[in-house]
């Protein structure tokens, strides 16, 4: 029993860890990204939507939401200020006869 606890013990902190580490690069990545956006004047999620509008051609707010893993209010609100700073038609494909 004791060396089952042990075992436990270690195999809980390696996945500490693991998580941690994981943790640690990915804000690292979103730093970098954030980096090479700012000259821009975009941030991540802004990003996201004109890539995924960009992939899709006119996607929905629910589908932006879920290839972008933000919520559909979060999806809805940059998506406006995606299109108030005129990079991005979203939605007029659409409305056209």
Do not use: C
């Not at 860890?17 to 690069?25: G, I, N």
């Amino acid at each position: 029993m004791d060396q089952a606890r042990k075992d436990w013990e270690q195999s809980l902190a390696f996945k500490h860890r693991l998580a941690y580490l994981s943790k640690a690069l990915w804000k690292s990545v979103e730093k970098d990204w954030q980096r090479w956006l700012q000259p821009h004047g975009l941030n991540i999620n802004e990003h996201q939507i004109l890539w995924i509008t960009y992939q899709f051609g006119s996607p929905v707010l629910s589908e932006i939401a879920k290839y972008g893993v933000m919520h559909v209010s979060t999806a809805y609100n940059f998506s406006k200020k995606v299109r108030r700073k005129k990079l991005n038609r979203y939605g007029e494909a659409r409305r056209r006869p």
